[in-house]
């Protein structure tokens, strides 16, 4: 099982936007503890995508941007494009569990 | 820019050892602490372990405490990770992860080594 909770799948059609959410605890969103995304096609390397909630690393397009409150996260995409189709996860830290980096399982994102 | 390369995966029985390494290049590899992410065949991400830019404070997941064993030489900008007693649930591509800094996230990503527990 996950510590933090994402839907196993989402769609949308080129152009559309889509959310993501991200469910946590107290003990990692709850305690302050930030939410990251990173994308990931298989095969490649996980790529990081947002960053500290908000935060786009450099190269990242503002067509993705994240959001968090309280114990709930959702990363958006705007404006899908074909090459968006890939696997999505969020990441925080856990002060509960032997103080570890913990991951959602993962949401995998169909572009139509 | 960044490059991360893991190698020294394989085929190995359970209850085996087998030992992993990740070849650092284009940062202060002596600078920066270093994970081992892992993903099994269908599964999600699973993060494995950590160990400070120093080499001084290492911290384990649960499923592999006791069993795996991560390490650094940055003399040689190069991670390893010592795999014993392995187990088939730890069949997964290992990936070598840089550290992002205070807010605990991962900023780079090597492309991974596949580790094969099979009987």
């Known amino acids: 099982q996950y510590v933090l909770t994402q839907p196993p799948s989402v769609s949308g059609a080129p152009g559309q936007r889509v959310t993501i959410s991200c469910t946590g605890t107290n003990s990692n969103f709850g305690a302050d503890f930030g939410v990251h995304w990173y994308q990931h096609v298989p095969g490649r390397a996980p790529k990081l995508l947002i960053y500290d909630n908000t935060n786009r690393p450099s190269g990242v397009p503002d067509r993705f941007s994240g959001s968090k409150s309280g114990t709930s996260a959702s990363l958006a995409i705007t404006g899908l494009q074909a090459d968006d189709e890939a696997d999505y996860y969020c990441?925080?830290?856990?002060?509960?569990?032997?103080?570890?980096?913990?991951f959602g399982g993962g949401t995998k994102l169909t572009v139509l | 820019q960044v490059h991360l390369v893991e190698s020294g995966g394989g085929v190995v029985q359970p209850g085996r050892s087998l030992r992993l390494s990740c070849a650092a290049s284009g940062f202060s590899f002596s600078a920066y602490a270093i994970h081992w992410v892992r993903q099994a065949p269908g599964k999600g991400l699973e993060w494995v372990a950590v160990i400070a830019s120093d080499g001084g404070n290492k911290y384990y997941a649960d499923s592999v405490k006791g069993r795996f064993s991560i390490s650094r030489d940055n003399s040689k900008n190069t991670l390893y990770l010592q795999m014993n007693s392995l187990r088939i649930e730890d069949m997964a591509v290992y990936y070598c992860?840089?550290?992002?800094?205070?807010?605990?996230?991962?900023?780079?990503w090597g492309q991974g080594t596949l580790v094969t527990v099979s009987s």
């Open positions: 992860v840089r550290d992002g800094g205070w807010q605990k996230y991962f900023d780079y």
């Open positions: 990441q925080s830290y856990d002060s509960d569990l032997n103080d570890s980096w913990v």
